[in-house]
């Protein structure tokens, strides 16, 4: 008998079993006409290729649209949390150390990721970019993975898809390469584990699970909460799945996290051992007090809670289905909302609101895995389709015109002329100009990117002028700290930010550097130019007249006997 489409056909039980690669397709009863048999092998081959086209027509679709979202943020200029990851990343190549060398703030996996893009092109600003995009995309693949697990294929595709417009809502600055696009990719990969193999007694998604951790965790410290609760659940969940429920079965689990985590922990900080008082007041106890500066708690929580609601208003409609039925472990992601919700709250930061996104997505998917859980196939196909496009449509339509704008005309978009973000390039590269490679300078200003597009490192580690100036224990020792590395070596040039926004000085902070620097600059500097704004736009001016002084963002002053 002749077989088709390379496949093996073996009479068992009255069962007729179709190997096809690593398929077993059993149909019942077996079919003694060869001709019976060869229409059917030819029907489950048509079927397959239709699934084929159908996954190929939907990856097609999911890449362009999210193209559409990213295309021209790619090469958008840095900002300043940006610069400040570049230039700690460019120092370790140029034989520098961040926390010694420049404030950090970040736990150092940020600066080995912008370490990575350098190594692609040292010079251009998309590499991060494309990689946060990439951890982005496969955060999608596991949201959809997690939803499809729980719910079934039409909530993965749906959640997917709704992944997507969330983490690039534009009032969170959703465009740079930050810590939380990074985060949120190890963090989903542990409740993916989670959700796949938590009943597991193999040892491997033990050693993920302290390996995504540590990831999640030294990218942004603020998923600690999220981390914590997830092992301790799965350990929970662990324990109860046994027959006879016994402690001694989550023993082993909780000791490969435990031994993955200090060692992966051990790795990933172990260049930095040697500046670890730095690190660690840096990153950990300035983090405290920074934290707990914010004021108004609560109005931030109130401010972008209204942003949702304005924009995402069609999403509460899901929220109907409660009414018809509770979906499966609805409750546990909302306490994984809650718990990010605690962590973010008192921030004024947009982007710290995109570690909430991925438990978004699951609960907005749950809820419309409950609309479509009693619905025939063919129904949920065009209910999924018709919802899909319903909500995609309502919440992009108000930011249609981004998706036409330049990287430049995107930048200005999103943050305004209030942050000299679109001009640091041009006013480093005359920075780059006036100063020879191995000479120090130093940015009067929040401004880090520019000590990275000048390839010129700073005389001091306080690359940002934040620290000097929040509500903090430690900004009067910062002050005295920059004043001391200023007397010790002047920079050879000064880039002079005047952008509120940038942070050099603000109402109510100590002014004993404010008042060191006018008077360092007026004996020892002369303004070489500035990056003035008119009615007309921004545009570099040397020589720079005192009107068009106060009309500008950046000045650039070089020291007088230089």
Not at 242 to 259: D, E, R
Not at 310 to 316: E, F, M, Q, S
Request: net charge positive; proline share 6%; glycine share 4%.
């Amino acid at each position: 008998m002749s077989l088709l489409f390379s496949c093996v056909i073996i009479y068992k039980f009255k069962r007729l079993i179709i190997i096809n690669k690593s398929k077993v397709i059993i149909v019942t009863p077996a079919y003694n006409n060869e001709e019976v048999l060869k229409n059917k092998i030819k029907f489950i081959y048509k079927n397959g290729m239709k699934n084929k086209i159908t996954v190929f027509f939907l990856a097609s679709i999911f890449l362009s649209f999210f193209l559409l979202l990213n295309w021209n943020s790619f090469s958008a200029p840095f900002e300043r949390d940006e610069g400040e990851y570049a230039y700690s990343a460019w120092l370790l190549r140029s034989g520098g150390t961040p926390y010694q060398d420049s404030f950090l703030q970040k736990p150092p996996l940020i600066v080995y990721t912008y370490l990575l893009g350098q190594t692609i092109d040292p010079w251009a600003v998309w590499p991060p970019r494309v990689l946060a995009a990439l951890f982005v995309f496969l955060t999608a693949m596991l949201v959809g993975l997690i939803a499809f697990k729980e719910w079934g294929i039409f909530v993965g595709i749906f959640s997917i898809f709704l992944f997507l417009p969330l983490i690039a809502f534009p009032p969170l600055t959703p465009f740079s390469a930050n810590t939380e696009k990074f985060m949120i990719l190890p963090m989903t990969a542990l409740l993916t584990l989670f959700v796949y193999f938590k009943d597991s007694q193999k040892i491997w998604p033990y050693v993920l699970a302290g390996i995504f951790s540590v990831l999640a965790i030294l990218y942004k410290p603020i998923c600690l909460p999220v981390i914590f609760f997830i092992i301790i659940f799965w350990m929970f969940k662990l324990y109860r799945l046994q027959t006879f429920p016994n402690y001694k079965v989550i023993i082993k689990p909780i000791v490969i996290i435990a031994v993955t985590s200090f060692l992966s922990t051990l790795i990933l900080l172990s260049p930095f051992f040697k500046v670890w008082s730095k690190f660690f007041q840096e990153v950990f106890t300035f983090n405290i007090s920074y934290v707990s500066a914010f004021n108004n708690s609560f109005y931030n929580l109130i401010n972008y809670s209204g942003k949702f609601f304005r924009y995402w208003w069609v999403l509460i409609i899901l929220f109907g289905s409660l009414f018809i039925k509770i979906p499966k472990n609805f409750y546990f992601y909302i306490f994984l909302c809650f718990l990010c919700l605690l962590t973010i709250f008192s921030s004024p930061i947009g982007h710290y609101y995109l570690i909430l996104m991925p438990f978004i997505t699951l609960v907005l998917g749950s809820l419309f895995g409950s609309y479509i859980d009693n619905s025939s196939n063919k129904e949920k196909i065009w209910i999924t389709i018709g919802t899909l496009t319903l909500i995609l449509f309502i919440i992009l339509l108000p930011f249609k015109k981004q998706f036409s704008m330049s990287p430049e005309e995107l930048s200005v978009w999103v943050y305004g002329t209030v942050n000299p973000f679109g001009e640091s390039k041009e006013v480093a590269s005359h920075l780059a100009k006036i100063t020879k490679i191995d000479d120090t300078v130093f940015v009067a200003g929040s401004e880090p990117q520019i000590y990275y597009y000048a390839k010129r490192k700073s005389n001091n580690r306080f690359v940002i002028t934040y620290p000097l100036n929040l509500e903090t224990p430690y900004r009067e020792e910062f002050q005295k700290e920059l004043i001391s590395s200023l007397e010790k070596k002047h920079p050879k040039a000064i880039v002079f930010s005047q952008r509120i926004h940038s942070g050099l000085w603000n109402d109510g902070s100590p002014d004993i550097f404010i008042k060191y620097f006018d008077d360092l600059i007026l004996k020892n500097y002369n303004v070489v130019g500035g990056y003035v704004w008119d009615n007309t736009g921004g545009h570099w001016q040397e020589p720079i007249s005192t009107e068009e002084i106060k009309n500008s963002s950046l000045l650039l002053l070089l020291e007088k006997n230089g």
